[in-house]
Antibody, heavy 120, light 109 residues
Framework: QLQESGPGLVKPSQTLSLTCRVA??????????WNWIRQLPGKGLEWIAY???????YYNPSLKSRISVSMDLSNNQFSLELSSVTAADAAVYYC??????????????WGQGTLVTVSS | EIVLTQSPGTLSLSPGERATISCRAS???????LAWYQQKPGQAPRLLIH???NRATGIPDRFSGSGSGTDFTLTITRVEPEDFAVYFC??????????FGQGTKIEIK
């Protein structure tokens, strides 16, 4: 299972920090990508980034200049930081797992999501 | 970036009717790289189908997927009450970023 956590409210221009705790699997498992995905209010889904146990990351170019993803192997969790947030970043943020195998990179496991509001 | 366009935006159906959702890609997507998800209010998306036509574990056989190239389809042969939800297609090809369609809502007529 995956479980997101973080502040539900962030002020404009500040940095959003979220953590995804993984249970029942190890993020050291080199067979998986650990992903962040967001869903803007009433809208579709946007894939944000992934991180692999090797440290490899890939960021969506639309957000690349503002995001950073890291892993905490000792606590079996990974994190997302999104800087300089605006109201446009208000969304439900999900973490999800996908396989590194090319034909299996769909999102089979998801966290429940955490709602982030941006307001002063 | 591969853009996925779903149609229709909303499908109004009665239980027992057939649902057909289209997903059109802006460039060719290999069949092994196309998935469908179901999302109910307040829940995370749930994987329904991967590799265009392979049902995920526990997904009933009234759900089926088909297509190739740039045109893909999700079909529900007889919509059950629990199927009223939003459905998304997604491509997970080697062309990052991975992208989703904008969603199709199946609502009760």
């Amino acid at each position: 299972q995956l479980q997101e956590s973080g502040p539900g409210l962030v002020k404009p221009s500040q940095t959003l920090s979220l953590t995804c705790r993984v249970a029942g699997d190890s993020i050291k498992n080199d067979g998986f990508y650990w992903n962040w995905i967001r869903q803007l209010p009433g809208k579709g889904l946007e894939w944000i980034a992934y991180i692999h146990s090797s440290g490899q990351t890939y960021y969506n170019p639309s957000l690349k200049s503002r995001i950073s993803v890291s892993m905490d192997l000792s606590n079996n969790q990974f994190s997302l930081e999104l800087s300089s947030v605006t109201a446009a970043d208000a969304a439900v943020y999900y973490c999800a797992r996908s396989s590194i195998i090319v034909e299996s990179r769909y999102f089979a496991s998801w966290g429940q999501g955490t709602l982030v509001t941006v307001s002063s | 970036e591969i853009v996925l366009t779903q149609s229709p935006g909303t499908l109004s159906l009665s239980p027992g009717e057939r649902a057909t959702i289209s997903c059109r890609a802006s460039q060719t997507v290999r069949v092994i790289h196309l998935a469908w998800y179901q999302q109910k209010p307040g829940q995370a998306p749930r994987l329904l189908i991967h590799a265009t036509s392979n049902r995920a574990t526990g997904i009933p056989d009234r759900f089926s997927g088909s297509g190739s190239g740039t045109d893909f389809t999700l079909t529900i042969t007889r919509v059950e009450p629990e199927d009223f939800a939003v459905y998304f297609c997604q491509q997970y090809s080697g062309t990052l970023p991975w992208t989703f369609g904008q969603g199709t809502k199946i609502e009760i007529k």
